[in-house]
């Protein structure tokens, strides 16, 4: 019996090492198993790496990229800050971190890890209505939860997405391999594709943390912002009243600036008008529009303030009204985010904390781009 048992665990030790062999091979190869800190250091050398791999590695992989860059200017939060660029805060050091943090015990979670591996001297926070509603930041709680451990188990969730690349590509073998030994590269601007996610999706996250719009978003960004106020309550769910539970978490947030030193601004971001109207005026949805009356109302802006968070809402401006500004109802394009940033800058009580940002420049980039509704920094 030992000796049947020896026999079985090698022929399965000659079938499997090989092929695990194989597998981790082809994963360093796509960049899905290089650790973090190497793709991190990587892209400060190379302007045209875009990474992506699997969402729980996103937080992990932009803490390296903060270790290496050392941001004056931190962008934290969800995927609607995603496409604001480096180039808009020039000449300070930035870094977008977002797409990192949707809940905001996450959100102060991950300030706290990045203030301690960087000092930056402004943390920029994506504050949005929907962030305050207790079961939308109870789902996301489970849902997005960050892999910080970045161990065995990483390693071996990132052999499956290896694995299941390679089955759902649809490639034969001879495409599977070519891929494998050939550098991808994304249409826009010609960037290297870097890990599974990236090379699958053709398009990834650049040096400074933005995101480039996915080739999907891009095909049907007309259709989805037709979508408007369904696309917007579909996404976000409201709630009557901002819960306290979450105010809890800025009083968290404000405290960890007070102790680390720097300032936060707070920043709701631009949605379309449509769907920013049919949040103001409909009253069937009235009682699920609490969180976003109370927002932006003066009592919420003046309780921030008396804790040191600088709240502003751009949520309904101009910038609402063009389709160009956005690539979906709730996500500012790059053209977006440069005019929200041109907007803020026209305030005092915002431009006081950029002191050496030049207007006029960024006028210039926008002018410069002003019909390019995705990329105006290639």
Request: glycine share 6%; hydrophobic share 45%.
């Amino acid at each position: 019996m030992t000796r049947y048992v020896a026999i079985l665990l090698a022929l399965f030790a000659a079938v499997f090492v090989p092929l695990l062999a194989v597998l981790e091979g082809v994963g360093w190869r796509l960049g899905a198993t290089v650790p973090l800190s190497i793709i991190a250091a990587e892209q400060s050398d190379n302007d045209r790496l875009l990474w992506l791999g699997g969402f729980k590695d996103y937080a992990p992989y932009k803490l390296e990229r903060i270790k290496q860059v050392q941001p004056e200017v931190l962008l934290v939060g969800s995927s609607r800050c995603g496409q604001a660029r480096a180039q808009m805060f020039r000449p300070y050091v930035a870094y977008n971190a977002c797409l990192t943090a949707w809940p905001l015990t996450h959100v102060v979670d991950f300030i706290d890890r990045a203030t301690t591996a960087a000092k930056p001297r402004v943390v920029i926070v994506a504050l949005d209505y929907f962030l305050f509603g207790d079961a939308l930041a109870e789902a996301w709680q489970k849902q997005r939860t960050m892999d910080f451990n970045q161990g065995i188990d990483s390693h071996r969730r990132k052999l499956h997405d290896v694995a299941d690349f390679a089955m759902r590509t649809g490639m034969d073998a001879n495409t599977f391999l070519s891929t494998v030994k050939t550098p991808q590269f994304e249409q826009v601007d010609n960037n290297r594709l870097v890990g599974t996610e990236a090379i699958r999706g053709k398009f990834g996250f650049r040096k400074d943390g933005s995101v480039m719009v996915a080739p999907p978003y891009r095909a049907i960004a007309a259709e989805t912002l037709a979508r408007g106020a369904q696309y917007v309550t579909s996404s976000f769910p409201g709630a009557p009243h901002l819960s306290e539970r979450q105010i809890s978490e800025i009083e968290r947030l404000s405290r960890l600036a007070q102790e680390r030193g720097f300032t936060v601004v707070a920043i709701q971001y631009p949605l379309l008008e449509s769907a920013a109207a049919f949040l103001d005026t409909d009253e069937a949805y009235w009682p699920y529009s609490g969180l976003w009356r109370e927002l932006r109302s003066k009592p919420t802006v003046e309780r921030f303030s008396a804790m040191g968070v600088h709240f502003f809402d751009m949520s309904r401006t101009e910038i609402s009204r063009d389709d160009g500004n956005f690539f979906d109802p709730a996500h500012p394009s790059e053209r977006g985010m440069l005019k929200t940033y041109l907007a803020l800058l026209a305030r005092p009580e915002f431009a006081k904390f950029f002191p050496k940002i030049d207007r006029n420049i960024l006028a210039t980039d926008l002018e410069r781009s002003k019909d390019e509704q995705f990329d105006l920094y290639h």
